[in-house]
Antibody, heavy 120, light 109 residues
Framework: EVQLEESGGGLVTPGGSLRLSCTAS????????MSWVRQAPGKGLEWVGR??????????DYGAAVKGRFTISRDDSRDTMYLQMNSLKTEDTALYFC???????????WGQGALVTVSS | QSALTQPASVSGSPGQSIAISCTGT????????VSWYQQHPGKAPKLMIY???RRPSGVSDRFSGSKSGNTASLTVSGLQAEDEADYYC??????????FGGGTKLTVL
């Protein structure tokens, strides 16, 4: 059974930093392309970014709203993906979902999300 | 970059069929990788359709997808109470970037 568990969410002041983790099980993580998608309270879904498998080049791509501030990385030895969020803004307040992409153009399995609140 | 436009809401009675549209700009029309997600309140989204028309294992065949030009559609036939949820389309829009539609709230009357 595929399981994705996000952790590290919380309250942070504007301009601050936070790191989310996503621990995976139930599938070969080192072969997996992984993504982050976020959802602001009461709003729709927004693609944050994606990291390819190391065999696929390990390339990382980001959405325009977070490019230059957020960094996605992975540790295949720990079956874990990370989202380092810097220079946080109030508009980054959202539930952040970790996703396994079974193939490049779909988001197959979603975690339950980690809530990040940016507020003074 | 393309934006994907969905109607804010659609509704139908049990047993009826409804369609949710997802309209993008020309770069969206170049790709055939539209996916659709169902989200119940307080839950994580669930993949319902990928590559425009394909259903993952376990998804009811009452859900189907289609695409014509710059508009993709999700059709739900034989509406059931449990289909009431928010639905989002998503597509690759080039330049290693993905975009979601604004979401459509489906109400089963």
């Amino acid at each position: 059974e595929v399981q994705l568990e996000e952790s590290g969410g919380g309250l942070v002041t504007p301009g601050g930093s936070l790191r989310l983790s996503c621990t995976a099980s139930g599938f070969p993580f080192d072969d997996a392309w992984m993504s982050w998608v976020r959802q602001a309270p009461g709003k729709g879904l927004e693609w944050v970014g994606r990291i390819k498998s190391m065999a696929g080049g390990g390339t990382v791509d980001y959405g325009a709203a977070v490019k230059g501030r957020f960094t996605i990385s992975r540790d295949d030895s720990r079956d874990t993906m990370y989202l380092q969020m810097n220079s946080l803004k109030t508009e980054d307040t959202a539930l952040y979902f970790c996703i396994w992409c079974g193939s490049p153009h779909k988001f197959d399995y979603w975690g339950q999300g980690a809530l990040v609140t940016v507020s003074s | 970059q393309s934006a994907l436009t969905q109607p804010a809401s659609v509704s139908g009675s049990p047993g009826q069929s409804i369609a949710i549209s997802c309209t993008g700009t020309s770069d969206f029309g170049s790709y055939n990788v539209v996916s659709w997600y169902q989200q119940h309140p307080g839950k994580a989204p669930k993949l319902m359709i990928y590559e425009g028309t394909r259903r993952p294992s376990g998804v009811s065949d009452r859900f189907s997808g289609s695409k014509s030009g710059n508009t993709a559609s999700l059709t739900v036939s034989g509406l059931q109470a449990e289909d009431e949820a928010d639905y989002y389309c998503c597509s690759y829009v080039g330049d290693s970037s993905w975009v979601f539609g604004g979401g459509t709230k489906l109400t089963v009357l």
